[in-house]
């Protein structure tokens, strides 16, 4: 990656603290480095250690250390206990100067979001709540949609470092939990979506009908959606690579449920879809690429697929 030295649209905001450098999280950290931020990064993963280091990321063994001197600190880890564990258990809170801000872009249950900012604001660091959408792809082309909520001042401040790593950077509010519920609903259309391209498929493939042929129609009409597009030919691949695991959407459509139960907003749609991975999870591939969800549907009919 080509490294940018010039600051013309950076903020105050120097040193960059970044915990969790996975598939998504190390292409991020890693254009933070590009854009001339000092960042410190940590994963469980010490095999990690190469790659961010490559890309000018400075290496902190420890994930407390990782928040050593950070104007924000990034968390891009799978879940909210994973973001408690390291914040109020492993130290890190404790390790990040007092007036730094902490930045949450795992998926996460908004009413678990709205809990850790008070407590990140009483420890008296800011908080900013920013999921991102865009998959792996989008964080290695730093593509990535991110639905930040945080105070205006708050967001000011951390504007340019979400630019560095999405190029559609919106504030949806000041009350953290907001960005949350907004990854919400964003899964639901994409979940539902998903298991929506996969059973017109299935049921095309059961009247002996291409698949490829359904796709390539479907994608050229206005039955088209993203998730079709990008994973549709996937479904009817062998052994797609995976980009998303099918566990992710079990795990995201039932924060949608909890949403829906919480709010006390009907969320049927949601419900079935998520009973679709559910049934593929359940058979054992809850690792396998999302795209094969179109599973659940082969496993009720006759259609084996391609």
Known sequence: MTRDNKNSDR??????????????????????????????????????????EKEGGIWADAAKDAALGADFLVLMVVNVGQAEQLLFEAGVLDALPKESGVVLMATCPAADVERISKAVAKAGRSFVDAPVSGGVAGAASATLTIMAACANETFARAKPVLQAMGDKVHHVGSSPGQGALVKTI????????????????SLGAQADIDPQVLINIFSESSASSWMLRDR????????????????????????????GQRLKAPTPLASIAQQMFLAVSGQGFGQVDDSQVVRAYRAMTSVSGR
Do not use: W
């Not at 120097?14 to 960042?39: D, E, K, Q, T």
């Not at 995201?252 to 949403?259: E, S």
């Open 11 to 52: 903020s105050e905001a120097n040193n960059i603290g970044f915990i969790g450098l996975g598939s998504m999280g190390s292409r991020m950290a890693a254009h933070l480095c590009a854009r001339g931020y000092r960042v410190r990064g940590h994963d469980v993963r010490a095999e990690a250690r190469a790659a961010f």
């Open 186 to 201: 964003n899964q639901l259309l994409c979940g539902v979506h998903l298991a929506a391209a996969a059973e017109a498929v």
């Open 232 to 259: 549709g030919s996937r479904m009817i691949a062998g052994e797609p690579q995976v980009t998303s695991a099918i566990d992710i959407f079990v795990k995201d459509l039932g924060i949608v449920l909890d949403a």
